[in-house]
């Protein structure tokens, strides 16, 4: 981004349109005979008649400002591709010497084109970096979108906003019905028509003024446009004072235009460093059991690549470790596995070695057959304590203890699932008489236990 000096312009030059002929009358004369009044009814006749042909627009240039922001740019509709060029400028509340604001440009650029079976699209703003993105869509029957689609996302596209509808939507606030003072003026101009209206609208603590002016061809299409809204609010004094101004233009070109853009610099050429991991992972390419996987691209070649978005993970070398399961690539089993990442719009490709690990002890809990921390048996039975582990994946390794193994022994122990929750159980015997505690300290936290007390009778 750069500082500038702004002087910001509205009024643009005139541009030559041609379209389809439409009801709309011509004069000649002079300039107070070709002076008439218009109503709201003849504005909407406009209005249908300029969004209509402003479907064939080619070129326009548009600009907005509220207070000290100013955006202004091109957009411009070539055969099957469509180019936005556009800066943003913002006061820094500097001033130069001769004590005018200091303004910080960022730039932006919008590219969207049907090449080769793809829809390709580029959004990059300078200000915001965080939010670029390039990214491609194969077209056709078993594509991921359409041909009708791919036609009209390179007009529709939100990145493209600022067009004919874009600036009516707006200024058709200045001629409302009701609005106080309303005013509409047409005036002839040879094959053009020139129409200004202006209105206002106060209630309670806040009043605005709409004023908007607009050039037709002859057949209708919208040459140029601008419109301007002043808000005002009550200051302590309760006077109305100006609050916020808004202003919007744009000049629409009807002619044949070529669009020359290089996106290969936003799409990688190569993947150079890659992060796979999961939710908890504490370190790179390393993912946590039970977990889905997630990447994140960490150098591409270009570094002016923004499609890292466009990137999953294709396959895995080793099932057993890292699986797709239900659309989602799922650290299933302890151990390594190579995966491999790419996209569907070209060959680049990346492969990296994860590491599946279990994940760190949370809390566990221990109970005995009954589901409780104590229970009462007879010498001769058997029984178990069961413990699971949080979060699932953890660990399942812990130890016993038994305060009075001439009451219970333990005869072995064993992993299973249940529920599909793996359970460590310990199964004892009931050997004598009496009663005993059996202590179970996980291996992740030593310090802590669970008490599971056995009371045994004849």
């Not at 874009?166 to 409302?176: G, K, P, Q, R, V």
């Not at 057993?320 to 089993?333: F, K, P, Q, R």
């Amino acid at each position: 981004m750069k500082k500038v000096y702004l002087t910001p312009i509205l009024c643009l030059a005139l541009a030559s349109c041609g379209g389809t002929s439409s009801s709309i009358p011509s004069s000649s004369g002079s300039e107070a005979e070709n002076t008439f009044d218009m109503t709201v009814s003849d504005m909407s006749e406009y209005r249908e008649s300029a969004l209509s042909l402003g479907q064939g627009a080619t070129k326009i240039s548009w600009s907005t400002s509220q207070n000290e922001i100013y955006h202004r740019g091109t957009t411009t509709y070539g055969e099957n591709a469509t180019l936005l060029s556009g800066v943003t400028s913002v006061a820094t509340g500097e001033v130069d010497e001769d004590f005018n604001p200091i303004y910080e440009d960022s730039g932006e650029i919008a590219f969207a084109s049907i090449e080769d079976g793809y829809f390709y699209y580029v959004n990059t703003k300078e200000h915001e970096p965080n939010l670029a993105s390039a990214y491609a869509y194969s077209i056709g029957e078993t594509g991921d979108i359409s041909e009708e689609q791919a036609k009209n996302l390179l007009r529709e596209d939100g990145a493209f906003q600022y067009d004919v509808e874009w600036f009516w939507n707006l200024a058709d606030d200045s001629y409302i019905e009701n609005y106080q003072g309303l005013t509409i003026k047409g005036q002839k101009n040879g094959d053009i028509t020139l129409v200004k209206a202006s209105s206002s609208y106060s209630g309670g603590d806040n009043a605005y003024t709409y004023e908007s002016s607009y050039e037709f061809s002859l057949e209708g299409a919208l040459l140029k446009g601008e419109f301007t809204n002043i808000q005002y609010e009550k200051n302590a004094e309760g006077a109305l004072a100006q609050s916020m101004v808004y202003s919007y233009s744009v000049e629409v070109s009807y002619e044949k235009q070529n669009i020359s853009f290089d996106k290969s610099p936003y799409f990688a050429s190569s993947i150079d460093e890659v992060d796979i991991h999961t939710t908890s992972s504490k370190s790179s390419n390393v993912a946590i059991l039970n977990e889905p996987l997630l990447l994140d691209i960490k150098k591409a070649s270009p570094e002016t690549a923004i499609d890292q978005e466009s990137y999953s993970i294709l396959s895995s070398d080793n099932e057993e470790v890292i699986a797709l399961v239900d659309g989602d690539y799922l650290a299933v089993g302890t151990g390594k596995a190579n995966i491999t990442i790419g996209n569907s719009y070209n060959d680049v490709t990346f492969t990296q070695e994860v590491t599946v690990v279990r994940p760190d002890l949370i809390g566990f809990d221990a109970n005995a057959s009954n589901g409780e921390k104590s229970i009462e048996k007879k010498v001769g039975e058997t029984d178990y304590v069961a413990v699971v582990f949080s979060p699932e994946g953890a660990e399942p390794a812990a130890e016993i203890k038994i305060d009075d193994e001439s009451v219970i022994e333990c005869t072995g122990q064993r992993v299973e699932k249940v529920n599909g929750i793996e359970t460590l159980f310990f199964d004892l015997k009931m050997v004598g008489e009496g009663t005993a505690t059996a202590r179970i300290n996980p291996m992740a936290a030593p310090s802590t236990y669970i008490a599971i007390t056995f009371t045994v009778g004849a």
